[in-house]
């Protein structure tokens, strides 16, 4: 191939996070070599979940690297069916991505396991033998593929028969640690893929950094269509609603991401147990995935990313209590004293908050208080919308407890944050294609940079291919 057809050739095909607000995954063709960019797996509808189980779109045999934003499940959760399908390449990404990226993908084979077990013994699959998606032995070979970057974030991916090298700048995206956008550059094009960006103030990590001028912007929509509400320092309404459930004999269960959001939480609630806000009762972290991660955040290695003084808030807090077996997690279901209970996961899909759900839902003193974003298809969205009944574990529970979203602690930028990182561009891009978000908030999204932007944009379809040149 003459640089000339491989420069035609240079293209981008939208394998995910097209028309949802899962599954990122961004195949980038240019300079002879295939990159995937996120590789994440669909949650929320079935009808984007069954798309895990689909054949891989494309040969994993034919990529040459994948290339990480960050450690969420819908970013990197597809790596070990990637890699049994035959994918042995290079996973490169940041040192914090690679650490919670193994705490991710260990987590997650084990509760497609665990699942399928489940279904197997309760009879909840149509199928007659219940399989996992992916095994702890796939994750594990995933794992090993995890190559961190240097301190410099410069990736060169053109190997020796490219006919051009293809760069890929790592620039801090402040939305969990690790996190980064991708600028890519190979021959006369230039890509930059937003990942999911934070804030620009994160109570925990150092800000984004700012990114050079790119041709093409890839950018996330999750909160397109909406502005967050001013933050309240004081976390006065999640005050108030702790302080009514203590007083009525009730427990908090608060579902919370286990990377990134149980750090958040805690600060919140180490903040008001200072000041005398909130009574000073258990506060549990219920998640091995989340202890874990907090331990990533501790680590000395990340000062320049995480900001250690917050941190030591957390460990003042005098009832904070863990939770790292199951017998200790299970008789958290009668807690006998009223408490605080952050478990995983954030939108209730699985994980430990989901038997905590089971059990303390009926209970009209309780309170489920949801911290972050609810993708359409899971319990938190059910929730979120008034669900009188949830389905868990087969069996239909009624819904007594009081429901809240507390809407201090998103990290994800806000429709007016988006479109102000793409003005601080030092160039107007030519095009910017509008993917990770329900199909309204990427439309309101994609109006608003036409009209405020004034730049070519589109709303990929899934498995839509677009040249680059």
Not at 124 to 134: D, F, G, I, K, V
Not at 186 to 210: K, M, Y
Request: proline content about 6%.
């Amino acid at each position: 191939m003459t640089v000339q057809q491989a420069r035609a050739a240079s293209a981008l095909t939208f394998l995910g996070a097209a028309g949802t607000v899962t599954g990122s995954k961004f195949l980038l063709e240019a300079g002879g070599r295939r990159v995937l960019v996120d590789c994440g797996l669909f949650q929320g509808e079935r009808q984007w979940r069954r798309l895990n189980w689909d054949p891989p779109p494309v040969d994993p045999a034919t990529i040459d690297a994948v290339v990480l934003s960050h450690a969420h499940l819908d970013h990197c959760g597809y790596l070990p069916r990637l890699v049994r399908d035959g994918y042995s390449g290079p996973v490169h990404c940041t040192a914090g991505t690679a650490e919670l990226a193994r705490i991710v993908l260990r987590d997650s084979a084990f509760l497609q396991e665990e699942e399928a077990a489940n279904a197997a013994t309760y009879g909840w699959s149509r199928h007659a033998e219940p399989r996992p998606l992916y095994t702890t032995q796939d994750a594990e070979r995933a794992i090993e593929l995890l190559t961190p970057c240097g301190p410099e974030r410069l990736l060169h991916l053109g190997g020796p028969d490219a006919p051009e090298s293809i760069d890929v700048r790592l620039l801090r995206a402040g939305h969990i640690l690790g996190s980064v956008s991708l600028h890519v550059t190979t021959g006369d094009s230039t890509v930059l893929f937003s990942g999911d960006l934070g804030r620009p103030q994160h109570p925990i990590l150092h800000g984004r950094e700012p990114s050079p001028a790119a041709r093409t912007v890839v950018l996330e929509s999750t909160y397109g269509d909406r502005a967050h509400p001013e933050v309240d320092p004081s976390h006065a309404v999640m005050a108030a609603a702790i302080r009514r459930t203590i007083g009525r004999g009730g427990s908090v269960v608060i579902p919370a991401f286990a990377v990134d959001r149980t750090e958040v939480v805690l600060l919140a609630l180490a903040d008001l147990l200072a000041r005398g806000d909130i009574p000073d009762v258990p506060v549990w972290v219920d998640s091995p995935m989340a202890l874990a991660t907090l331990d990533v955040y501790r680590d000395p290695a990340h000062r320049d990313e995480v900001r250690s003084d917050v941190l030591e808030a957390i460990k003042g807090m005098r009832q904070l209590r863990t939770a790292r077996t199951a017998e200790e997690s299970m008789r958290l279901n009668t807690p006998g004293t009223p408490s605080i209970i952050v478990s995983a996961s954030g939108m209730a899909t699985g994980g430990r908050v989901v038997h905590h759900l089971r059990h303390l839902l009926p209970g009209e003193q309780n309170l489920i208080m949801l911290t972050g974003y609810q993708a359409a298809g899971t319990r938190g969205r059910a929730l979120l919308e008034g669900a009188t009944e949830l389905k868990i574990a087969g069996r239909y529970v009624r819904v007594r407890a009081e429901v809240l979203q507390v809407e201090d602690f998103s990290v994800h930028a806000d429709a007016d944050e988006l479109v102000a990182w793409l003005a601080d561009l030092p160039e107007r891009p030519e095009t910017v294609h509008v993917v990770h978000g329900e199909p309204e908030a990427s439309r309101v999204l994609a109006r608003r940079i036409r009209e405020e932007i004034d730049c070519a944009v589109t709303i990929p379809r899934l498995l839509e291919r677009v040249l680059l040149d």
